[in-house]
């Protein structure tokens, strides 16, 4: 299934207790393969939140431009293998729900934390989840401007490819005729030249060793 983790946390939901690979690299910014263009009409194509959100394609920026000011980036991945859910009368679609639920969760509370301590702002796991509804279908102004955050693929960033670079195995997408054995989600932290990456993973680590204890 997936190369062996750095790390597994255990995750307590009211029904569920979980098992999650933890991923995790650095990467310079050069490095990473952005598509834009490509990646924004896939959105268009295919998401509903396109043109539904501030966080998402057309209203993203560009990945160089939003992280012009840093030099590399620690990418988390989290993996989630979903025969843990076998035991459950659960359809596939449901197994993956869940369990992308249970580590977006996660990944955010992480990321939130290591964000204000290497000044910096994370690249998150999905669309913007503060406001239900967005206010741009109000056309209103966004509440949470400093709070909103960007996927990397609505960056245009192919995460695909970098999960395969730093971790040597491929995401994979759910369709209706499908039944994958895993699901992930991806995110990125960007760093300044000057941060030392040892400490940044001793800090990641701390944080993944709280989060066995968050229900």
């Given amino acids: 299934m997936l190369q062996k983790a750095k790390k597994r946390i255990r995750a ?3 029904r569920h207790e979980l098992f999650i690979d933890c991923f995790y690299d650095f990467i310079d910014k050069s490095n990473v ?3 834009k ?5 896939m959105c268009k194509d295919g998401c509903k939140n396109f043109n539904k959100k501030y966080s998402c394609p057309p209203f993203s920026p560009k990945f ?15 993996a989630i293998n979903l025969k843990q859910f076998d035991k459950f009368n659960y359809k596939p679609y449901h197994k993956i729900r869940i369990a992308n639920a249970v580590m977006k969760s996660r990944a955010e ?11 910096s702002f994370y690249l998150s796991t999905g669309a913007c989840r503060l ?3 967005c206010q741009l279908k109000f056309n209103r102004p966004c509440r949470y401007p400093q709070k909103r955050r960007y996927s990397l693929e609505a960056l245009g ?6 999960s395969q670079k730093l971790f040597n195995f491929h995401l994979l997408w759910y369709e209706p005729t499908s039944n994958i054995d895993y699901t992930c989600v991806i995110c990125a932290l960007p760093l300044k030249r000057s ?3 040892e400490k940044v993973t001793k800090e990641l680590e701390t944080h993944l060793d709280k989060l066995c204890r968050i229900r």
């Fill in 195 to 197: 941060v030392n990456e």
């Fill in 131 to 133: 406001c239900k509804p």
């Fill in 64 to 78: 160089n431009k939003y992280v012009k000011k840093y030099h590399k980036l620690l990418v988390l991945l989290f």
């Fill in 33 to 35: 393969v952005v598509k």
């Fill in 157 to 162: 960033v192919d995460c695909n490819l970098l």
């Fill in 37 to 41: 263009e490509l990646f924004a009409k």
């Fill in 109 to 119: 509370h992480v990321m939130r934390d290591l964000e204000s301590k290497f000044d």
């Fill in 12 to 14: 307590k939901t009211k």
